[in-house]
């Protein structure tokens, strides 16, 4: 495909996704569009099968899927800056490698709604939170599901948050040609400083449709897959029972000297959550499933 063929560049991050990948790829995949989209994958030198499983979609889906397979770790917001930058459809949707679409017509939805109001920068929509096998937990919600339509820059200000998980949304591709404005951020705050960028061009619209699914895994879990990459943890590669004790003793010794790096790390999840108890009664912002009416959905009835 040519850059002027692109209606839509799927921009996916993964590291340590082998047992979720799959059903990101397929739920994209199986969107019911006319769109012409890309599907653009950057893996952060993930030291399992996650690599594998891309290339293996990527064979089989060759027109469709560009894959970025690093084997020097970046860190998410560097990876997903390096990716934006190559992407080439007029509209850029987003999905994490171990979430997954919900709605069938997400991307034809979005498409449709950006093209009839170029006064919005983006539009994004609610998020069903599940849990490492892909049951929804209720009881929690994400702190910026927001209750007002239109988000502003003034809201950046005044929250600090963001509009909307980044699995939910569709924005203008309006990096083409800028190759410094990701890596001159924070490393700490990407998703923030894409909806700052955003914001300068235009308010964000916010839909009440439950779009994508969040899988929510704690940082801990990525931490011991990391670890377990790095001090290859599979098997104990000695041929005498000499060798395997000293082998065995220096991975305990080296566990032990990273004990206090794993004290500094921070296991919450990488957005706010609260729990369904912690949420005010009625507090639309607070209960996932308490929707506008339907008819209030967007400015002109659509999407």
């Known amino acids: 495909m040519s850059q002027e ?67 020097k770790n970046l860190g998410a917001n560097r990876n997903g800056w390096d990716i934006s930058r190559r992407l080439r459809g007029k509209y850029t949707a987003v999905l994490e490698g171990d979430d997954y679409w919900l709605d069938p017509r997400k991307l034809q939805k979005q498409w449709e709604f950006l093209e009839a109001h170029p006064e919005y920068s983006a539009c994004c929509g609610k998020c069903l939170i599940v849990d490492e096998n892909g049951q929804p937990d209720y009881t929690r919600t994400p702190q910026f599901a927001w209750s007002k339509k239109v988000f502003t820059l003034e809201d950046l200000v005044d929250s600090w948050d963001i509009p909307g998980q980044a699995g939910t949304m569709m924005y203008r591709n309006a990096y083409q040609g800028d190759d410094t404005i990701g890596f001159k951020a924070h490393r700490n705050v990407g998703d923030k400083t894409t909806v700052l960028f955003l914001l300068t061009m235009g308010p964000i619209y916010c839909s009440n449709e439950i779009l994508s699914c969040y899988r929510l895994r704690w940082q801990a879990e990525l931490v011991f897959k990391r670890l377990k990459s790095l001090l290859q943890l599979g098997s104990i590669p000695a041929k005498t029972e000499e060798a395997g004790e000293a082998w065995i003793n220096g991975k305990i010794l080296l566990s ?47 999407l």
């Open 5 to 71: 063929q692109i209606d839509v560049s799927v921009l996916m991050l993964t590291y340590f996704h082998e047992e979720y990948i799959a059903q990101a790829l397929d739920s994209v995949l199986s969107q019911e569009t006319t769109l012409r989209y890309e599907i653009v994958i950057g893996d952060d030198a993930s030291g399992d099968r996650t690599p594998d499983i891309i290339r293996e979609y990527a064979a089989r889906y060759p027109d469709r899927i560009r894959p970025v397979l690093r084997t």
């Open 256 to 302: 032990l000297l990273t004990e206090k790096y794993l004290g500094d790390i921070d296991f919450s999840p990488s957005w706010n959550i609260r729990s369904q108890s912690e949420c005010m009664e009625g507090d639309e912002a607070g209960i996932l499933y308490n929707f506008y009416d339907d008819t209030a959905k967007y400015p002109d009835g659509n």
